[in-house]
């Protein structure tokens, strides 16, 4: 079976704000890894509720995605992705009602 060629010079490729990140945090110290992690996590979720901003989210399955199992951890890095600048996030301090986040 013949693999096709693909000439990735002559493809454009859209990838919104995940270039736009990763552009961003090339010179952002604070980053780390678990902060990517849960931007991409976020971003997927983005692309889930079709491209709405915001959109909301659910902490365990935000956590779970992201293979973050500390709450604590969780929204010390959400927190700091908003404080950063990445993202808005709106929590709704209600466990009936879902916060949630706007990729900036």
Same mark, same amino acid.
């Given at each position: 079976? *013949?693999? *096709? $060629?693909?000439? !990735?010079? &002559?493809?454009?490729?859209?990838?919104?704000?995940?270039?736009?990140?990763? #552009? &961003?945090?090339?010179?952002?110290?604070? %980053?780390?890894? &678990? $902060?990517? @992690? !849960?931007?991409?996590?976020?971003?997927? =979720?983005?692309? *889930?509720?079709?491209?709405?901003?915001?959109?909301?989210?659910? #902490?365990?399955?935000?956590? *779970?995605?992201?293979?973050? /199992? /500390?709450?604590?951890?969780?929204?010390?890095? !959400?927190? =700091?992705?908003?404080?950063? @600048?990445? %993202?808005?996030?709106?929590?709704?301090?209600?466990?009936?009602?879902? &916060?949630?986040?706007?990729? %900036?």
């Amino acid at each position: 079976m *013949e693999q *096709e $060629h693909v000439d !990735l010079k &002559s493809k454009q490729m859209k990838v919104g704000p995940i270039d736009g990140f990763i #552009r &961003s945090i090339r010179n952002d110290p604070r %980053i780390c890894i &678990s $902060h990517i @992690g !849960l931007f991409t996590v976020l971003y997927h =979720q983005q692309l *889930e509720y079709g491209g709405q901003a915001p959109f909301p989210i659910s #902490r365990d399955e935000i956590m *779970e995605a992201a293979k973050i /199992s /500390s709450t604590a951890t969780y929204f010390k890095i !959400l927190n =700091q992705l908003a404080d950063y @600048g990445y %993202i808005r996030y709106m929590p709704t301090y209600n466990r009936m009602k879902n &916060s949630k986040v706007q990729i %900036i």
